[in-house]
């Protein structure tokens, strides 16, 4: 019986119980296996735990820096660079694709024109970015075989999808959908031969910890990459990467790498730094910044004259326009009140 093709949207295993090998066999012994296996070699790194021939996300709320971190760092691997974000690029020049179906491609060239006068070797055509024709969805069989045929076209062997959310319909967090989408994104990366990363964006953390459980359908999706990074940025606005998870290699679990973006959307490292040290710092300064915002309210509004200013007025311009929340606000008013600078009064009825 003759075996059905693979294909993405279908992936057959490769085993076929009615292929003319009559006594298949399942598992062997270690020494066999040992001596049948004995020219494989391991696939290199490409960075960091990243292998070649892997396929990963890298996860994180909006704004947080994601896509230019990746704009970048697929500019160090095209180019030739050495290192990027100071860990090595075991692999250089790999022929690499950016497809972006969230944005337009002039914007993102602009980026890119700046970003590339930053590289100490020129391109040489090792970059290739996705066109308008591309489809902004890729749901249904048709468009997952024009994705297929956009990356096989390309000759690329480093690729970088911009996002997972416009891979799928439905809710990321059921796991159907996430099983499905983990299978067709584990399927293309090995029948094109590629080393494929992922943009996945998450919702806000709010001052906690990036953790695989940050990862919208984490438990599926996390089984199936080999990498994950997150990326996040603190609530006084400081971006760090982290090592969340590998499959091939030990992550640093002791400390995350800040970073800047500047005006050319570069990415300037900063310091290494434990997370839970960096989101406490950050927690305290934006906590002293959100106490000046209501002391200074209250100053605006008796600064002519005016003794009492009603709670409820103070909530309308700060809590009810999204600048702070609600218990950050009535946390602020207790520690004004315990320090003596605000005096809270007693509503008084009058009958």
Same mark, same amino acid.
């Given at each position: 019986?003759?075996?059905?093709?693979?294909?993405?949207?279908?992936?057959?295993?490769?085993?076929?119980?009615?292929?003319?090998?009559?006594?298949?066999?399942?598992?062997?012994?270690?020494?066999?296996?040992?001596?049948?296996?004995?020219?494989?070699?391991?696939?290199?790194?490409?960075?960091?735990?990243?292998?070649?021939?892997?396929?990963?996300?890298?996860?994180?709320?909006?704004?947080?820096?994601?896509?230019?971190?990746? *704009?970048?760092?697929?500019?160090?691997?095209?180019?030739?660079?050495?290192?990027?974000?100071?860990?090595?690029?075991?692999?250089?020049?790999?022929?690499?694709?950016?497809?972006?179906?969230?944005?337009?491609?002039?914007?993102?060239? *602009?980026?890119?024109?700046?970003?590339?006068?930053?590289?100490?070797?020129?391109?040489?055509?090792?970059?290739?970015?996705?066109?308008?024709?591309?489809?902004?969805?890729?749901?249904?069989?048709?468009?997952? *075989?024009?994705?297929?045929?956009?990356?096989?076209?390309?000759?690329?062997?480093?690729?970088?999808?911009?996002?997972?959310?416009?891979?799928?319909?439905?809710?990321?967090?059921?796991?159907?959908?996430?099983?499905?989408?983990?299978?067709?994104?584990?399927?293309?990366?090995?029948?094109?031969?590629?080393?494929?990363?992922?943009?996945?964006?998450?919702?806000?953390?709010? @001052?906690?910890?990036?953790?695989?459980?940050?990862?919208?359908?984490?438990?599926?999706?996390?089984?199936?990459?080999?990498?994950?990074? @997150?990326?996040?940025?603190?609530?006084?606005?400081?971006?760090?990467?982290?090592?969340?998870?590998?499959?091939?290699?030990?992550?640093?679990?002791?400390?995350? @790498?800040?970073?800047?973006?500047?005006?050319?959307?570069?990415?300037?490292?900063?310091?290494?730094?434990?997370?839970?040290?960096?989101?406490?710092?950050?927690?305290?300064?934006?906590?002293?910044?959100?106490?000046?915002?209501?002391?200074?309210?209250?100053?605006?509004?008796?600064?002519?004259?005016?003794?009492?200013?009603?709670?409820?007025?103070?909530?309308?311009?700060?809590?009810?326009?999204?600048?702070?929340?609600?218990?950050?606000?009535?946390?602020?008013?207790?520690?004004?009140?315990?320090?003596?600078?605000?005096?809270?009064?007693?509503?008084?009825?009058?009958?």
């Amino acid at each position: 019986m003759k075996k059905e093709n693979t294909s993405i949207l279908n992936a057959k295993s490769d085993f076929d119980l009615n292929t003319s090998n009559d006594n298949p066999r399942f598992s062997d012994s270690v020494e066999n296996l040992l001596e049948e296996f004995k020219d494989h070699k391991t696939n290199p790194f490409i960075w960091s735990g990243i292998m070649k021939g892997s396929f990963g996300f890298v996860y994180g709320p909006p704004k947080s820096g994601k896509t230019i971190f990746c *704009e970048n760092l697929a500019l160090a691997i095209a180019s030739g660079e050495s290192t990027f974000f100071n860990i090595p690029i075991q692999l250089t020049r790999q022929k690499t694709l950016f497809i972006s179906m969230e944005e337009r491609i002039e914007p993102r060239l *602009e980026r890119i024109e700046k970003q590339k006068k930053h590289l100490k070797t020129p391109l040489r055509n090792n970059l290739n970015l996705s066109r308008g024709e591309l489809p902004n969805w890729i749901c249904c069989p048709s468009e997952w *075989e024009i994705l297929k045929k956009s990356i096989a076209e390309s000759g690329a062997t480093f690729v970088v999808i911009d996002s997972l959310g416009r891979l799928h319909k439905g809710k990321i967090e059921e796991s159907d959908v996430a099983k499905e989408i983990a299978i067709k994104l584990r399927t293309l990366t090995h029948e094109l031969k590629i080393t494929l990363l992922v943009i996945h964006h998450t919702p806000k953390l709010n @001052g906690k910890p990036i953790t695989l459980d940050s990862l919208a359908g984490s438990r599926l999706l996390a089984q199936e990459a080999d990498f994950t990074f @997150g990326i996040n940025r603190t609530q006084d606005g400081i971006r760090y990467l982290k090592e969340v998870s590998f499959r091939y290699k030990s992550e640093d679990a002791e400390t995350v @790498g800040t970073f800047k973006i500047n005006e050319n959307c570069i990415i300037e490292i900063g310091v290494r730094i434990s997370e839970d040290s960096l989101l406490k710092q950050s927690d305290n300064r934006y906590n002293d910044i959100n106490l000046q915002k209501v002391f200074k309210l209250i100053e605006q509004l008796t600064e002519n004259g005016k003794k009492t200013v009603a709670t409820q007025e103070l909530k309308d311009d700060l809590v009810n326009s999204g600048k702070i929340s609600s218990p950050t606000f009535y946390k602020h008013i207790k520690t004004l009140e315990g320090s003596g600078k605000i005096k809270k009064l007693k509503k008084v009825n009058i009958s």
